[in-house]
């Protein structure tokens, strides 16, 4: 039996999550370069003190017969000490279609579980998206990892809206 006591190792590629989220999808990879206004109104957005800490945004849109899928937004950021990236999925309708752990580097007991992750499917940024009186309960002995991926959330749905990728987010 192989133990580790090291950091988790990446659950999947890039490749592979863009294909869980998009299967039998066209999907083209576009790189959005925000002025400081609109790094200061997706901050504005996301709320909570939430860092938008590059104005260079990569982002994978998905179409399928030229209809628009949804977005997939990769966001890598720090829980305690080590780094997590998650995969955030956001619909035509701005909403989160999915949510999945592409890399986790702290222990593997502190990584979100599919079921905690779930809570974000069909959420749209708004003031209840929040662990602090809002409607995302925390996970028990993994706190940091929470906030760090409900503001993982936040600042990418902010990110959308100010992109506008489908050309009408934000009206």
């Given at each position: 039996m192989l133990v580790s006591t090291g950091p988790a190792a990446a659950q999947m590629t890039q490749n592979e999550a863009l294909n869980l989220a998009f299967p039998d999808s066209d999907i083209e990879r576009r790189t959005a370069y925000l002025t400081e206004a609109q790094m200061d109104m997706a901050e504005e957005?996301?709320?909570?003190?939430?860092?938008?800490?590059?104005?260079?945004?990569?982002?994978?849109?998905?179409?399928?017969?030229?209809?628009?899928?949804?977005?997939?937004?990769?966001?890598?950021?720090?829980?305690?000490?080590?780094?997590?990236?998650?995969?955030?999925?956001?619909?035509?309708?701005?909403?989160?279609?999915?949510?999945?752990?592409?890399?986790?580097?702290?222990?593997?007991?502190?990584?979100?579980?599919?079921?905690?992750?779930e809570q974000f499917d069909g959420r749209y940024l708004e003031q209840g998206l929040s662990l602090r009186g809002g409607e995302i309960r925390n996970m028990t002995g993994a706190s940091l990892t929470s906030e760090a991926g409900t503001w993982a959330v936040r600042r990418t749905l902010a990110l959308h809206q100010v992109i506008a990728p489908f050309g009408n987010e934000g009206t």
């Open positions: 957005l996301a709320g909570f003190g939430i860092e938008v800490n590059s104005g260079i945004i990569t982002h994978y849109i998905a179409t399928k017969m030229g209809d628009p899928v949804g977005v997939a937004y990769f966001d890598a950021h720090r829980v305690r000490t080590l780094p997590e990236v998650l995969m955030i999925v956001v619909g035509p309708d701005s909403r989160v279609q999915r949510v999945e752990v592409v890399a986790f580097r702290e222990p593997p007991e502190y990584s979100p579980p599919r079921r905690w992750l």
